[in-house]
C-alpha cells in the first residue's frame, strides 16, 4: 500500500493496492490500509472505511475480489479508501441536582465504534436533541455538525425520574415558601408580590445568566430572593452563600440594572426537610429560613437579615 493525497475531500485518503494475493476482497484492503497507515487511521473502525473505485467512482462491497479488477495496480489508476470526516458534536452530561451545572463536552466523533462508546455501551439506544427528543441518532453518517446531543441510555432514565421528581417536589415547595414569605414579610413590607422575570440575574451588558434564584418576591423596594428545595442539605447553603455573595458584589457595583431600584435585599431559604442544624447555621448568615411548622409553614427573622447597598 502507497498513500496518495485527495484533493478536496476532506478527512479522506487514498491508497494505492499492488500486486494483492488471490481471494483479497474489500475488508482486507480496508484492514491492510488501517494497519499501513495506523497514525492516520488509527481512530477508525475497519468497517468505517469506504473503498472507492476511482477518485468519483463508486464504492465496493466488501466481498469485491480485488484481483479482478484494473484499479489498484497503478499509481496512475489507483483504489480509494475513505475515511468518513469527524464530526464535531457537543455532548451533554447531565447533573444529578438541578442546581449543579450539567457537563458539556465537544467531542470529534471519529467512527462508528466511537458513537456506541458515547452512547454508553452496549444497552445505549442513541443520541438526541432537546429539539427532536424523540429522534434517537445512532449511526455516524447522522449527526449534525455542532450540533448538542443527549444520551438516550436506560440507566439514564432513572435517574432522569428521580431528578423530575426532585424537580416536581422542589415546585411544591416553592409554592407554599413564596406563599408564606408574601404573608408574613408583608407584615413588614406591604405591597410584596411574585416577580417572575427576576429569577434569573443578568449583569450588565451580558447575555450569560449569572445565576437563578427558586423565587423572587419584592415591592418598589425591598427584595426577597428565594432559594427552596424539598431537601435542605449542606451543599445547598453553601451554595446560597455564594449566589448572596456575588450578587451582593454585583449589586453594589452597580452592575444589574434589573435590580438597582432596590434598597434592601432579603435572601431567604426554605425546605421542608430542614435540619434545625442548618437553619442555625443559615440564621448565623444573615438569611430568612421558611419551614413548616404546625402543617404550615413559618418564617424565622433574625437581627442581620438584609443586605443594603
Known amino acids: 500500500l502507497r498513500l496518495v493525497e485527495v484533493d478536496g475531500k476532506v478527512g479522506s485518503l487514498a491508497k494505492v ?34 473503498v472507492e ?29 475513505i475515511a468518513p470526516k469527524p464530526v464535531t458534536i457537543k455532548l451533554v452530561s447531565e447533573a444529578d441536582d438541578k442546581d449543579e451545572e450539567d457537563v458539556v463536552r465537544t467531542i470529534a466523533v471519529t467512527s462508528q465504534a466511537h458513537l ?24 455516524l453518517g447522522r449527526l449534525e455538525e455542532g450540533e448538542t446531543y443527549y444520551v438516550d441510555h436506560p440507566m439514564l432514565e432513572a435517574r432522569r425520574g428521580d431528578r423530575a421528581l426532585r424537580q416536581k417536589e422542589d415546585k411544591a415547595v416553592e409554592d407554599e415558601v413564596t406563599k408564606c414569605v408574601i404573608q408574613k414579610a408583608g407584615e413588614r413590607h406591604s405591597g410584596l408580590m411574585v416577580r417572575y ?50 450578587f451582593d458584589n454585583a449589586h453594589n457595583k452597580g ?7 432596590f434598597d434592601t435585599v432579603f435572601v431567604a431559604v426554605g425546605g421542608t426537610d430542614f435540619s434545625p442544624d442548618l437553619q442555625d447555621e443559615c440564621v448565623r448568615e444573615g438569611f430568612l429560613v421558611i419551614s413548616p411548622s404546625g402543617g404550615r409553614y413559618s418564617m424565622r427573622w433574625n437581627n442581620v437579615t438584609s443586605c443594603q447597598s
Open 255 to 261: 452592575q444589574l440594572p434589573d435590580f438597582k431600584d
Open 53 to 81: 473505485e476511482g477518485k468519483e467512482g463508486e464504492a465496493l462491497s466488501e466481498d469485491v475480489d480485488v484481483g479482478t479488477l484494473q484499479q489498484g495496480k497503478t499509481t496512475a489508476d489507483p483504489l480509494y479508501v
Open 116 to 139: 456506541k462508546e458515547l452512547m454508553g455501551g452496549p444497552g445505549g439506544r442513541g443520541l438526541f436533541t432537546l429539539r427532536n427528543p424523540t429522534t434517537l441518532v445512532s449511526e
Open 197 to 246: 422575570a427576576l429569577r434569573n440575574v443578568y449583569r450588565q451588558d451580558s447575555l450569560d445568566r449569572m445565576q437563578e434564584w427558586d423565587g423572587v418576591v419584592a415591592n418598589g423596594n425591598v427584595l426577597f430572593l428565594l432559594e427552596v428545595k424539598h431537601g435542605i442539605e449542606a451543599k445547598h447553603v453553601e451554595l446560597v452563600k455564594k449566589k448572596k455573595r456575588d
Open 17 to 50: 493496492v499492488f500486486d494483492p494475493d488471490e481471494g483479497t476482497d474489500m475488508y482486507d484492503v480496508k484492514k491492510a490500509a488501517k494497519s499501513e497507515f495506523a497514525s492516520k487511521l488509527g481512530v477508525f473502525d475497519a468497517a468505517d472505511l469506504v
